[in-house]
């Protein structure tokens, strides 16, 4: 019987073929992580163009990194760590370059966490996007991926008490602009 990857295939299946070099089951593999993982990379990014470079750049990583996966936990949990370092890696190669904000490209709708609006959720990536480099590195990093502070400083090269202060500054910022745009609608 001929097996045909597709997006309800066991992820196991998938990974054996794309180990063997099969297109169609890297082009599954893709198409059944792509989402989740341009959702991740929007977080760490200022526009839709870099968070689409990250991705591909991620599943690059992935595919020729994909025989060291153990199977020792989630697959999906592996991917997103690849998407989260690669984000860093990226983050520390323009920290040393001096960036301005500004509000690009609005992400397209993706997946939205349960209980949410897709608008409202756009709305708060959209705030977090114009966060500067270090605030939305550290924010996504403790706030979304559940890192510590002291993992934080370990993976961008800062002092915990750093990651302390961009944390508060970055919730203090984002508050203030959910207060906004609350006034805006009422």
């Not at 370092?85 to 490209?105: P, R, V």
């Amino acid at each position: 019987m001929l097996l045909r990857p597709g997006l309800f295939m066991d992820v196991e299946l998938i990974i054996q073929g794309c180990l063997l070099g099969d297109r169609k089951f890297q082009k599954a593999l893709f198409d059944r992580f792509s989402g989740k993982m341009m959702a991740v990379c929007m977080r760490y990014s200022k526009h839709k163009m870099e968070a689409e470079d990250l991705l591909q750049d991620g599943f690059i990583k992935v595919f020729q990194n994909l025989n060291q996966y153990k199977s020792e936990g989630p697959f999906e949990q592996w991917i997103r760590r690849i998407m989260i370092n690669n984000a860093i890696k990226k983050y520390h190669k323009k920290s040393n370059q001096n960036e301005f904000l500004s509000s690009d490209d609005m992400p397209e709708m993706f997946e939205a966490e349960e209980g949410m609006t897709n608008l409202f959720y756009n709305e708060l990536i959209e705030m977090v996007e114009e966060l500067p480099d270090g605030y939305r590195m550290v924010f996504n990093l403790y706030a979304i991926e559940g890192y510590s502070h002291k993992e934080i400083s370990e993976m961008l090269l800062i002092e915990e008490s750093t990651s302390r202060s961009q944390l508060v500054k970055a919730r203090k910022v984002l508050q203030e602009k959910l207060m906004n745009s609350q006034k805006v609608t009422i």
